[in-house]
T-cell receptor, first 114, second 111 residues
Framework: EPEVTQTPSHQVTQMGQEVILRCVPISNHLYFYWYRQILGQKVEFLVSFYNNEISEKSEIFDDQFSVERPDGSNFTLKIRSTKLEDSAMYFC????????????FGPGTRLTVL | KNQVEQSPQSLIILEGKNCTLQCNYTVSPFSNLRWYKQDTGRGPVSLTIMTFSENTKSNGRYTATLDADTKQSSLHITASQLSDSASYICVAHYGNNRLAFGKGNQVVVIP
């Protein structure tokens, strides 16, 4: 069964460093999302992406964040200068197409900023 | 504000017993409501989806209910198994495919 994959599963970085979280959405899906979940908190929406551009972003998604679909398969989230409060689980999700469709979530990347 | 609240925050149940998880949502415009199961270290996986007109939906031992008037939903787990130990997240879909997540009900099933 097709699934969303994410790498790495765990990323440890120093404050101020740049990190890139990678996702491979389900191959025929058209809509892509990033969410984060701080330990013990709710899952929060970061950004949605369609047709090679951001379609919506939350207030969390500030200038230190960027997303990219560099090729036909990968979908990346870059954090330019990490802060301690960026430590969280980051989930990628993808959705097939127009109208309501289920978002399929990846297993997540645990980011730890020291 | 678009939000979802769940209760209880956590519960421990004996294997074979039933339990019910509660969800209250406040989103607009409401589209549908899903219950997700999130195993430790994994992403959420959808269990059920319910639209405005649906009251009850089952998926194996999981049964979800929806009261669109009171904006409440529940997830009932029947004859719990050890593999049911997970976080169960209530997610309300609204607007243009936006999702409002609850904090989750942490269920621990013990033998």
């Amino acid at each position: 069964e097709p699934e969303v994959t994410q790498t790495p599963s765990h990323q440890v970085t120093q404050m101020g460093q740049e990190v890139i979280l990678r996702c491979v959405p389900i191959s025929n899906h058209l809509y892509f999302y990033w969410y984060r979940q701080i330990l013990g908190q709710k899952v929060e929406f970061l950004v949605s992406f369609y047709n090679n551009e951001i379609s919506e972003k939350s207030e969390i998604f500030d200038d230190q964040f960027s997303v990219e679909r560099p090729d036909g398969s990968n979908f990346t989230l870059k954090i330019r200068s990490t802060k301690l409060e960026d430590s969280a689980m980051y989930f990628c999700a993808s959705r097939a197409g127009q109208g309501y469709n289920e978002q399929f979530f990846g297993p997540g990347t645990r980011l730890t900023v020291l | 504000k678009n939000q979802v609240e769940q209760s209880p925050q956590s519960l421990i149940i004996l294997e074979g017993k039933n339990c019910t998880l509660q969800c209250n949502y406040t989103v607009s415009p409401f589209s549908n409501l899903r219950w997700y199961k999130q195993d430790t270290g994994r992403g959420p996986v959808s269990l059920t989806i319910m639209t405005f007109s649906e009251n009850t939906k089952s998926n194996g031992r999981y049964t979800a209910t929806l009261d669109a008037d009171t904006k409440q939903s529940s997830l009932h787990i029947t004859a719990s198994q050890l593999s049911d130990s997970a976080s169960y997240i209530c997610v309300a879909h609204y607007g243009n495919n936006r999702l409002a997540f609850g904090k989750g009900n942490q269920v621990v099933v013990i033998p």
